[in-house]
């Protein structure tokens, strides 16, 4: 356990109690539909942030610095995202640091990836360059395929470099609808909200949550997070599972013995109008979990390159890979590890 953490157990429990009573979203991935393909988690760690909220100790808060509360609302997010397919990461500006690189969303490794962030730095002498920040964020995104949500932990202040809003909407305007800015707010002045305010506002998905009420209320949180990353499906209830089909050791390619199986699939789309796919690649647990997560999207995409040749529209298909991280049967033995080299086919409702 770091010292940080240990610290933070030690100093303020009545935050810890708030954190400890969240609950991951309940099992419902298939009745979830995510917003965005990947979501950055970038928390300012300027030396604003080491000052008391609204220079005062919030009894209910724990009574802690800002640069605490933003990273018990990290830890807080990220218990609440359900799995379904991102990739994310884990930076922090002024200064700008990788805690954790861009890879398929893991709630483990992005908790480990936060918890070293220090809470405890000197304040003299250390500036507030959110703009130089998100100019730096630039490098990361520019890496990234899909849609992106930028999450935000800051109070908004700046004193140096180049304006926070005018690098945002430089990034906004480069991206278009490829990226969203959701903003939770520990701002505790005129400046710092406004700041934040009109950063959240460039967006479409236009996400903003002051961090005060999203530690402090369940409803608030998920609403965030509803807001910027996922979306609930009306019909999703009605998303059933239709077959699988299997691959062999290593391999993404399709086996001949499996096209009736994705010609009964198209014939199944073909004659239900507004009928989406949904194909969910694994592996087995032979090899490493990085090789694994790439195979089982592989696999996921052949299957989806299929479809589309049979005349499926492509924007109606979910790819996603799971990669060793859903089993089906035991690894163990030869013949688990033959039903785990999967792609699961699904059908659900469009809107």
Same mark, same amino acid.
């Given at each position: 356990?770091?010292?940080?953490?240990?610290?933070?157990?030690?100093?303020?429990?009545?935050?810890?109690?708030?954190?400890?009573?969240?609950?991951?979203?309940?099992?419902?991935?298939?009745?979830?539909?995510?917003?965005?393909?990947?979501?950055?988690?970038?928390?300012?760690?300027?030396?604003?942030?080491?000052?008391?909220?609204?220079?005062?100790?919030?009894?209910?808060?724990?009574?802690?610095?800002?640069?605490?509360?933003?990273?018990?609302?990290?830890?807080?997010?990220?218990?609440?995202?359900?799995?379904?397919?991102?990739?994310?990461?884990?930076?922090?500006?002024?200064?700008?640091?990788?805690?954790?690189?861009?890879?398929?969303?893991?709630?483990?490794?992005?908790?480990?990836?936060?918890?070293?962030?220090?809470?405890?730095?000197?304040?003299?002498?250390?500036?507030?360059?959110?703009?130089?920040?998100?100019?730096?964020?630039?490098?990361?995104?520019?890496?990234?395929?899909?849609?992106?949500?930028?999450?935000?932990?800051?109070?908004?202040?700046?004193?140096?470099?180049?304006?926070?809003?005018?690098?945002?909407?430089?990034?906004?305007?480069?991206?278009?609808?490829?990226?969203?800015?959701?903003?939770?707010?520990?701002?505790?002045?005129?400046? =710092? #909200? &406004?700041? @934040?305010?009109?950063? !959240? +506002?460039?967006? $479409?998905?236009?996400?903003?949550?002051? =961090? #005060? &009420?999203? @530690?402090?209320?369940? !409803? +608030?949180?998920? $609403?965030?997070?509803?807001?910027?990353?996922? #979306?609930?499906?009306?019909?999703?209830?009605?998303?059933?599972?239709?077959?699988?089909?299997?691959?062999?050791?290593?391999?993404?390619?399709?086996?001949?013995?499996?096209?009736?199986?994705?010609?009964?699939?198209?014939?199944?789309?073909?004659?239900?109008?507004?009928?989406?796919?949904?194909?969910?690649?694994?592996?087995?647990?032979?090899?490493?979990?990085?090789?694994?997560?790439?195979?089982?999207?592989?696999?996921?995409?052949?299957?989806?390159?299929?479809?589309?040749?049979?005349?499926?529209?492509?924007?109606?298909?979910?790819?996603?890979?799971?990669?060793?991280?859903?089993?089906?049967?035991?690894?163990?033995?030869?013949?688990?590890?033959?039903?785990?080299?999967?792609?699961?086919?699904?059908?659900?409702?469009?809107?």
């Amino acid at each position: 356990m770091s010292t940080d953490r240990r610290a933070m157990k030690r100093v303020f429990p009545a935050l810890l109690a708030i954190v400890l009573l969240v609950t991951a979203i309940p099992a419902m991935a298939a009745q979830l539909v995510p917003r965005v393909d990947n979501f950055i988690l970038f928390l300012d760690h300027s030396s604003s942030m080491k000052f008391f909220y609204k220079g005062q100790r919030i009894v209910d808060l724990g009574g802690q610095s800002k640069i605490v509360l933003a990273k018990s609302a990290m830890v807080e997010f990220n218990n609440l995202v359900p799995d379904l397919g991102y990739k994310s990461g884990v930076y922090t500006f002024a200064p700008f640091k990788q805690y954790g690189a861009m890879a398929p969303y893991n709630r483990a490794a992005v908790d480990k990836a936060i918890d070293p962030i220090s809470i405890s730095y000197e304040t003299y002498g250390r500036v507030t360059p959110m703009g130089p920040g998100l100019q730096d964020l630039d490098k990361v995104l520019g890496g990234l395929s899909g849609r992106t949500a930028v999450v935000i932990f800051s109070d908004g202040d700046e004193n140096l470099g180049i304006n926070a809003v005018t690098e945002a909407r430089q990034l906004q305007s480069k991206y278009g609808d490829r990226l969203c800015f959701m903003v939770v707010s520990f701002a505790d002045n005129k400046h =710092g #909200e &406004d700041v @934040l305010k009109q950063i !959240a +506002a460039l967006s $479409a998905c236009s996400c903003f949550v002051r =961090g #005060e &009420d999203f @530690l402090r209320d369940q !409803a +608030a949180r998920v $609403a965030f997070l509803r807001c910027g990353i996922y #979306e609930e499906s009306a019909m999703a209830a009605e998303t059933v599972v239709f077959r699988s089909i299997y691959f062999d050791f290593d391999k993404s390619n399709i086996k001949k013995e499996f096209i009736p199986v994705l010609n009964e699939g198209v014939a199944v789309i073909k004659s239900k109008p507004n009928t989406g796919v949904i194909l969910e690649g694994h592996t087995d647990s032979v090899g490493t979990e990085k090789y694994n997560q790439a195979l089982s999207v592989r696999r996921a995409n052949s299957v989806k390159a299929y479809f589309v040749k049979q005349g499926v529209p492509a924007s109606t298909i979910n790819a996603v890979g799971y990669g060793e991280t859903r089993p089906r049967a035991d690894n163990a033995t030869a013949e688990g590890r033959k039903l785990n080299r999967r792609v699961e086919i699904k059908f659900t409702p469009m809107k």
